[in-house]
């Protein structure tokens, strides 16, 4: 977890927050101090980890922090006082937010941070699989769209256009992917 954006109105709560990231390794840490701000600068720019720090002066915050767990890959931890921390936290389990009642220790933030940043890690991951898939299934529209032109054009069967598309690909050295597009382009031009 590289990036981290800070919201909080009070410096004191910046400053520990802020302290407290260092010590975990995050390096590029910005602060803010309303939700208005950190909306314009969310539309800019992707944070890894989003710590909202409640109340902020132009809203609550727990709305901010639902747009941005509802938005992006962000992790969000929201900070709230003790006496609201079991209604906002119902509130928000649901969209992955973590919710920390104040006063804060330090080792409850740091284990929000660290199940924050395995959160993160984890839908990274998943993230990455998921675009492999997407990719491959795109790889395999592709073949069979360059599959039934061939069967069309030159009248093979489906096994014989496979074989041609494979045999291909082996022989030139290329993905089959790329032995495809270029009956596309042949034929579909």
């Known amino acids: 977890m590289d ?5 909080s109105c009070s410096e004191k709560g910046t400053d520990y ?11 590029n840490i910005t602060t ?6 950190a909306r314009r600068l969310l539309v800019e720019k992707d944070f890894d980890l989003c710590i909202v720090n409640t109340p902020l002066p132009d809203e609550f915050g727990g709305n ?3 747009n941005i767990a509802s938005k992006g890959t962000s992790q969000v931890i929201l900070i709230v006082k003790s006496e609201l921390f079991e209604e906002i936290s119902e509130k928000v389990e649901d969209y992955g937010i973590i919710t920390i009642s104040k006063p804060i220790s330090k080792a409850l933030l740091w284990n929000a941070i660290k199940l924050a940043k395995a959160t993160h890690k984890k839908i ?6 998921n675009k492999k898939l997407i990719q491959k299934i795109e790889d395999i529209r592709i073949i069979d769209r360059a599959k039934c032109i061939l069967i069309s054009h030159l009248s093979m069967t489906e096994p014989e256009a496979h074989r041609y598309i494979e045999k291909q690909a082996m022989d030139m050295r290329v993905t089959r992917r790329e032995i495809a597009e270029k009956i596309l382009r ?3 031009n």
């Open 186 to 188: 042949t034929y579909e």
């Open 3 to 7: 990036s981290a954006l800070v919201i």
């Open 32 to 37: 803010i101090s309303n939700a208005g701000e």
């Open 64 to 66: 901010l922090a639902l």
């Open 124 to 129: 990274r991951a998943v993230q990455s699989e």
């Open 17 to 27: 927050l802020t302290k407290v990231l260092n010590e975990a390794s995050v390096t």
